[in-house]
């Protein structure tokens, strides 16, 4: 049973919500965040990659980076481009994108609920990542970009919160991104805000779609300041929005090789796969994964005798990552490897021909997506997923919500 909770948001005035909102920090290099924050002072890039205001030769991570990040903040506060609502507030985001709609509720969940297991994790993380956040947050005094949860749906939620939309007009509705619709609400009606609240206390569990450093970064955060004992209790709770696992659409995660091949290459794999030229760009189905080489495109099926039964050790990933990057090219970390990189599916096979094409790789393998009952699974099994297993689009603007912790 989990706790979902109203805030006094932050958020832009409604005039300047589609120049404030920006992709997510972690999906995109400083000098892309420069560039498309260029000739744009509105661009919530200022905040959450602030070492675009800052000389190309400082690391992203040096402490004046942060202190840039809490003075632009205070800077778009005082100028009333961002502002703080005067009383605790809901809200709901819809995003639409080729003609398919989510809608998350936009609220603050408990760091107790997380420590606790009831907010579930998939992934691993990284310190240095967690750190990043950990000083981002403490010199903003804020979670400036929300957890992207989800949870097992259900009907009496999804006609509270539909029928608030029906009722209501938008505060924001603009395009962004990859032709994405964004849309915001803002839920003022305590009635409904209770009701709301009551129907997630009934819901067993939230898992992390997307964000776990994030939510890692403000765990740690909240715990530390509740060790302080610091006399605001909005430090318990983070930024999260929280959409039904029936609405979320999870993209492929493609790889990229740059490694030598075998002189029995085909043979190895005959190992595990049957193997065959196709043409083929992007499997139609689990058990099925398209390799890229040399111009041509296979199609390596998955013999069923070699999957293993657990919920991790089943997945197409996890298949491709034991049976092909360690047993033929000793890749055993995907995470620090130099040889192997990550493609977001929405960025298409044709990405994968490019890069190998080219010369930057040799090799590309264009997987079928995991599918959130595998995420839920493997994350109710208490295990973890192999890195780059999901990518979720839409991508959550950052800007539209910012959740003051208050302890200054």
């Not at 915001?184 to 819901?203: M, S, Y």
């Not at 040399?294 to 293993?308: E, F, M, R």
């Not at 094409?357 to 264009?366: E, I, K, P, R, V």
């Not at 890195?387 to 839409?394: A, D, I």
Request: aromatic share 10%.
């Amino acid at each position: 049973m989990v706790v979902v909770r109203p805030f006094e948001g932050i958020r832009p005035a409604e005039a300047l919500a589609d120049k404030v909102a920006c992709l997510p920090y972690d999906v995109l290099n400083s000098q892309e965040a420069k560039d498309l924050a260029a000739d744009n002072p509105y661009s919530f890039f200022h905040i959450d990659k602030a070492e675009i205001d800052l000389p190309p030769e400082l690391s992203p991570y040096d402490p004046a980076v942060y202190q840039k990040a809490a003075a632009n903040l205070q800077a778009f506060l005082e100028k009333g481009w961002l502002k703080k609502e005067t009383a605790p507030m809901l809200y709901l985001y819809e995003l639409t994108m080729m003609g398919r709609s989510q809608t998350g509720l936009v609220a603050t969940t408990a760091i107790d609920d997380y420590v606790a297991g009831r907010i579930k994790k998939h992934e691993f993380t990284r310190p240095e990542k967690e750190v990043d956040r950990i000083n981002h947050i403490k010199a903003c005094d804020a979670n400036t970009s929300p957890i992207f949860l989800s949870y097992r749906k259900d009907a009496a939620l999804q006609k509270l919160m539909a029928d608030w939309q029906t009722a209501h007009a938008p505060v924001y509705d603009f395009d962004s991104f990859h032709d994405v619709n964004h849309k915001v609400w803002v839920i003022d009606d305590l009635t409904v805000i209770t009701a709301l609240a009551e129907g997630f206390a009934q819901i067993p569990a939230l898992y992390i779609a997307d964000g776990h450093h994030r939510t890692e970064s403000a765990v740690k955060v909240g715990l530390e300041k509740r060790a302080e004992q610091t006399n605001s209790t909005e430090s318990d709770y983070f930024l999260s929005i929280i959409f039904p696992d029936d609405q979320l659409a999870i993209w492929e995660y493609n790889r990229v090789l740059q490694v030598p091949l075998p002189a029995d290459f085909f043979e190895r794999l005959a190992a595990a796969f049957t193997v065959a030229k196709s043409g083929v760009k992007k499997p139609a189905a689990k058990g099925a994964i398209q390799m890229y080489l040399d111009h041509t495109w296979y199609t390596l099926t998955i013999k069923p005798a070699i999957v293993p039964s657990d919920a991790v050790g089943s997945l197409d990933v996890s298949v491709l990552q034991k049976q092909v990057f360690e047993a033929i090219f000793g890749i055993m970390d995907i995470r620090t490897d130099k040889r192997i990189d990550f493609v977001g599916g929405i960025r298409g096979p044709e990405e994968l021909e490019r890069l190998v094409d080219g010369g930057t790789w040799n090799l590309a393998f264009s997987m079928y997506p995991t599918q959130m009952q595998d995420l839920l699974e493997v994350a109710d099994a208490g295990e973890i997923m192999p890195p780059k297993s999901t990518w979720f689009e839409p991508k959550l603007l950052s800007g539209l919500f910012l959740h003051d912790l208050e302890t200054r």
